[in-house]
């Protein structure tokens, strides 16, 4: 197991910092060097090896102290995840090393202005040309697009959806950063065009036909079950900020925590946190297991994860009042946070049908983002 704490250290720390101006590339290459970007893949590429449980362990410990660090190890570990399952022996030994050693930032371009939800409706295209393929198209909500340098890219091929690498330096690539958004707003986001890229062939992961239910499918799934565990991390720390607040903090000569009222509040939270943290867990022996019920286990998690993470931050923002809204305040950063965990890799309402659907015994794709 990789120690993480000199990162953990840094970022208790920096994280407000980092909420203004983005997350600093010092930051970015000690996570490298401590092994986060290659947590979870195969020792033969440079790998640290960890299994399901070591990963959300991480996740939960970055989550804990900023999102947009733990959003770091979760795109890396999405396209990291794509490549080693359906990238051919070549692109394996050609690209996991440089991604697991942070040699290459990568981003996950998959979302449009048009497909969100549906991916399956997105518009860029692949266009085959002598052995190359030329790439157009506008992605939004990049994570670490504006420092990534390469994406692992979702399009349209004459026969189906497909994937491939773009490297971000390739002529026709525009990035265009985001800033001020509701929350990880220290995860670099950019909207990305792409105009005529010229792609060799040898870029696509999988042929097409395989770009969505496959190669995209297993990165989203690894990107769930990480943001998963760094619910589970927010909601910790929110707590434990909301405890420690009204184990102290007096209104006359009465502690909050002498209160019925705010005791109650604990006490909700504290179960929230801890029913998440066991579907975590749940989905993390699944994974290990290589059960098939895996993927579900994740949505299941991430879907409780990110419900407790919105409503333990809500709480904590409520009971620490002034100093929740303060522009230090770790809840209430955390609260802004959580409603974006709500949204990405498969909003709650999608993860609320697709568990449904699977009571019901009418399974649904688990590409949705």
């Known amino acids: ?3 993480v704490e000199p990162l953990v250290k840094t970022a208790v720390a920096e994280a407000g910092a980092w909420d203004e101006t983005g997350l600093p590339a010092e930051a970015v290459r000690l996570a490298a060097r401590l092994g986060v970007l290659g947590l979870d893949r195969p020792a033969e590429v440079g790998g640290g090896g960890a299994d399901a449980h070591e990963l959300g362990d991480v996740a939960a410990r970055l989550g804990a102290v900023c999102t947009s660090l733990r959003a770091l190890l979760t795109v890396q570990g999405m396209v990291g995840a794509a490549v080693d399952r359906w990238g051919t022996a070549e692109q394996r030994a050609a690209w996991l090393p440089r991604l697991v050693s942070g040699e290459l930032i990568a981003g996950l371009a998959a979302t449009e202005p048009g497909a969100g939800t549906d991916l399956s409706a997105v518009t860029t295209e692949f266009r085959p040309r002598g052995g190359d393929h030329r790439v157009s198209g506008r992605k939004v909500w990049v994570t670490f697009g504006q420092v990534a340098d390469v994406l692992l890219v979702l399009g349209r091929a004459p026969g189906g959806l497909v994937t491939g690498l773009v490297e971000t330096g390739r002529r026709g690539v525009t990035v265009e950063p985001v800033t001020g958004q509701l929350g990880m707003r220290g995860a670099r986001l950019a909207h990305v065009s792409f105009d005529g890229v010229v792609l060799p062939a ?11 239910s496959h190669v995209t499918g297993t990165a989203l799934d690894h990107g769930r079950y990480t943001v998963a565990w760094g619910c589970v991390g927010m909601a910790r720390a929110c707590l434990d900020d909301a405890v ?25 939270c504290s179960a929230e946190t ?28 991430k879907y409780a994860a990110a419900r407790a993470a919105a409503s333990v931050s809500a709480r904590a923002v409520q009971l ?6 303060a522009p230090d305040s770790r809840a209430g950063r955390f609260f802004r946070d959580a409603k ?8 709650d309402e999608v993860a609320e049908a697709t568990i449904g659907d699977h009571l019901l015994g009418r399974p649904r794709g688990g590409g949705a983002r």
């Open 1 to 3: 197991m990789i120690d």
């Open 202 to 212: 040898s870029h696509l992961i999988a042929p097409p036909g395989f770009g969505l």
């Open 244 to 268: 420690a607040h009204a184990g102290r903090r007096r209104q006359g000569d009465t502690l909050l925590a002498g209160h019925g009222a705010v005791r109650a509040a604990l006490g909700r």
């Open 274 to 301: 801890l029913a998440a943290e066991a579907l975590c867990a749940r989905a993390a022996g699944l994974r290990r297991d290589g059960s098939p019920d895996a993927i579900l286990a994740s949505v299941i998690a």
């Open 320 to 325: 620490l009042g002034a100093a929740g809204c």
């Open 340 to 347: 974006v965990m709500q949204i990405i890799e498969g909003a």
